[in-house]
């Protein structure tokens, strides 16, 4: 049985990752188990300089999932660099770095940092976090930032570039389209979906920031139709590795049936680190059960079962 996936000219071991800021910079879970066994590492965002986050209440739970407003609180690229990359190279598993900038040229300037590192195997791109005031997301929000920060970072670096897509746009498939058209290597879909809950013990919102991410179980069927809707413009002509709501390999199937290539574990490896270990069991006795000897048969399988239909 072949679980292995070739994308933009890397191969993964597995198509099951984990999603960034779910997992650290897997420092914690290679404590408990062998994290070589996930099919890739996508790290916390790194940005040029260290960053604090935001102030608490940064995190708070919601019916089937969670609302964080961190804030991408990491130690910058040389921290990341001085402190985190020793402790990874010799990991046998691709690490992906998610990437922030406040700025185009922060963004190049962090993968300019990173060119180096061999065990980093492609960036992928934040654009999407809901909890910053500048950089980020406001380029995930305006097809023509967007467009020329793909540009500049693809010219700046020999590594695949991949683009975290937000999920709070009216039609995410005109992002995806501004992404492919300006070289993007892939997209993942989704980041969180703008949220917000209020403490009625203290009269005010649970967060610091007001609003935060909503993620979790509560998001599987919106992540599901934006990969299905970015998959039916696109087909396979852009990989897209779909992340939201993952707890289960029937989870992971749903994304891979509406047309990824790939999926991140996200949330669940808050309440549960074997969660990515378990899904890939899971697709194997499925792959198993149906006679598929081949992983790549199953991306997008619903929409040719919806011609047939
Ligand atoms: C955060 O650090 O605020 C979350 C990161 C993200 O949503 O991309």
Redesign the pocket.
Known sequence: MNLSVTLFGITFKNPVWVA??TFGYGLEAMEIYDISKIGAVVT??VSLRPRE??EPP?IVETPCGML??????NPGVEGFLRDIYPRIKDVDTHFIV?V?GETEEEYVEVCRSLEDAEKVVAYEL?V?????KRG?IAFGHDPVSLGSLVEKVKGSTRKPVLV?LSPNVTDITEFARVCVESGADGLVLI??VLGMRINLKKERPDLSTKM??LSGPAILPIAVRMVWEVYERFGRAVPIIGVGGITTHEDALEHIYAGASAVQVGTANFYDPYAPLKVIEGIKSFMKEKGVMDFSVLVGRAHRMDIKS
């Open positions: 960034s800021g916390k965002g986050g935001n940064r964080n407003s961190i804030g991408l609180q998610n922030f934040n999407s976090c809901p909890n910053v980020g975290k980041n969180t935060g991410g």
